[in-house]
């Protein structure tokens, strides 16, 4: 017997906020956890401190916010993805919240960060149609998923001594994800159903620590290095699957269940990055980002033998690699009011292997990031330090023989730095 079958676009156009297809393997799609300040940097991150900034994926730069300051940043996105597979084409349009953090002092050479962001994405709702050749069998397979996890965080960033600083950020974690795969398989004359549901529920901890050593090269050059860590562990939480069966010709159901204790981990992680600052106004940087998710087992439908099963080759190990640059013609032009010399120009770019395999052992989708943007200052008779964040970035995300992705996204930020802890002087 020989089976042609091909995903049907078509079907995921009947819900207007899905995410992408992929997003039903693993955790879900990795979300982009960069801020206003470097999304046109593509993310770059590990190097980059300073007093303006909330730097949440090195919470050593916490140390860097000054006695006066406290920086409220929030964020949002809008996007349209292109999908493309087996010569059909479509659109998909969403707009989402993507984080919110706060920033300030409390103590000298201390700063306290405290935020929410997204960790992963899932939101699908796809079909399948498989025939046999010469025969009225046909096979509908829909998949229909939802949900993510977040994380809440508090971080902390200390300067140990001058130029070096440590911080951590201690997050909770939590979340929960629905998935199904609903199978239709006969003819005319006799059909069976089969629904497979898939569920859990995530609550739980997430631990990162980071450190960064800045160096002053000469009187117009500093080299900041950065380096951080995430701890792997168990996150404590069941995978549980239902299955209902039909049979049309009987009209017999039948159902079981299947539980996987302590199914999910968070991988080890750790990355370094640089980032160079001349005079002031041009910053360039570099990240390398690695996640351990290859030696974590995973919960696994085999249908071949129709078991729900722990898997050791359903994760593999993530790469990244951030490249980024920010420019500032003059970078004390706001003291003398001159708005379109104090505009920062950013670009960046990235390339990010995945972390999961998808059907039949194929690697999943690499994902390419181009991205620029602009940091405008925020003008008004009592404040000059807030800005407007407004970035773009195209997005490719493919693999051999599968969907294709093409996203354009919008990402606007707030950075919000207010001077709320100066001394009022009275003449």
């Not at 009225?136 to 993510?148: A, N, Q």
């Not at 070096?164 to 997050?171: E, I, M």
């Not at 269940?257 to 106004?281: C, D, Q, R, W, Y």
Request: aromatic content about 12%; some cysteine.
């Amino acid at each position: 017997m020989i089976l042609t079958g091909a995903v049907t676009l078509s079907g995921m156009a009947q819900i207007s906020k899905t995410l992408s297809p992929y997003s039903q393997y693993g955790l879900g799609v990795l979300a982009d956890q960069s801020q206003g300040f470097n999304r046109g940097m593509s993310g770059l991150a590990l190097g980059l401190r300073g007093g303006t900034i909330v730097n949440m994926l090195n919470p050593a730069s916490y140390s860097a916010v000054d006695s006066l300051t406290m920086i409220f940043d929030l964020g949002i996105s809008g996007e349209i993805t292109n999908f493309k597979e087996g010569g059909k084409k479509m659109n998909r349009k969403t707009a989402d919240f993507e984080y919110a953090a706060a920033l300030f002092r409390v103590m000298p050479k201390m700063g306290v960060c405290v935020g929410v962001a997204p960790y992963t994405n899932v939101g699908y709702d796809f079909s399948s149609k498989e025939t046999t050749p010469n025969s009225s069998l046909t096979s509908i397979m829909t998949y229909l998923g939802s949900g993510g996890f977040s994380q809440a965080y508090l971080g902390v960033g200390y300067e140990v001594v001058k130029g070096f600083s440590v911080g951590a950020n201690l997050s909770y974690f939590w979340g929960n994800y629905e998935k199904s795969l609903g199978i239709a398989a006969g003819n005319e004359s006799h059909l069976n159903v089969m629904l497979k549901a898939y569920e859990t529920k995530i609550s739980s901890y997430k631990l990162d620590f980071g450190a960064q050593g800045q160096f002053a090269l000469n009187k117009d050059n500093v080299l900041t290095v950065g380096a951080t860590f995430g701890v792997g562990h168990k996150l404590g939480a069941d995978a549980d699957m239902a299955i209902l069966t039909t049979d049309s010709e009987t009209s017999k159901t039948d159902t079981a269940t299947v539980t996987l204790s302590n199914a999910f981990e968070l991988p080890m992680s750790f990355g370094i990055g640089a980032a160079l600052v001349h005079k002031k106004s041009l910053t360039v940087g570099l990240d390398y980002a690695y996640e351990r998710w290859g030696n974590l087992a995973f919960p696994y439908s085999d249908e071949t033998n129709y078991r729900y099963v722990m898997s050791n080759s359903a994760l593999r190990d993530r790469h990244k690699v951030t490249i980024g640059a920010d420019w500032i013609p003059e970078p004390n032009a706001m003291v003398r009011r001159s708005f379109f010399k104090s505009i920062h120009y950013k670009v960046g770019a990235s390339y990010a292997t995945p972390y999961y395999n998808i059907r039949g052992g194929e690697k999943g989708p690499h994902e390419f990031v181009l991205s620029a943007g602009f940091a405008i200052p925020i003008i008004n008779s009592w404040n000059n330090r807030s800005l407007l964040n407004i970035s773009a970035q195209w997005v490719n995300s493919s693999t051999k023989d599968f969907i294709k992705e093409n996203t354009f996204r919008i990402n606007i930020g707030l950075t919000f730095n207010e001077r709320w802890f100066a001394k009022w002087k009275v003449d």
